[in-house]
C-alpha cells in the first residue's frame, strides 16, 4: 500500500503526522535531495513539500514532473505562500 509523505521545515509539517502523514524535516537542500530520492523511490505515492524547500529542489522536481508517481505537491509553509 502506498504511503503519503510531506517534507519541509518542522514548524511548516508538525501537524501533518496527526493525520498520518510521514514526516520528514529537512531544511538543508542536500539533505532534502537525497531524503526526496529516499521518499520517491520507496513506498511513498504522495510527497508534499514546502515552496521554501522546492525552490532549492527544482532540478529533482523537473525529474520526477514526468513520472506517473510519485505526485508532488508543493504546499505553503509556516511563513506564508511564496506563490508556487
Known sequence: MYKAAVMGD??????FAALGLG???????EAA?????????GAYAVIY?????AANLEEE???YRGKQLPAI?????VF?????
Open 80 to 84: 506564508g505562500n511564496t506563490g508556487a
Open 73 to 77: 505537491i508543493l504546499i505553503p509553509g
Open 33 to 41: 535531495k537525497q531524503t526526496l530520492k529516499k521518499l520517491a523511490d
Open 61 to 63: 522536481l523537473e525529474f
Open 10 to 15: 518542522y514548524d511548516s509539517i508538525y501537524g
Open 23 to 29: 514526516t520528514f524535516p529537512v531544511t538543508d537542500p
Open 49 to 53: 513539500i514546502t515552496e521554501a524547500l
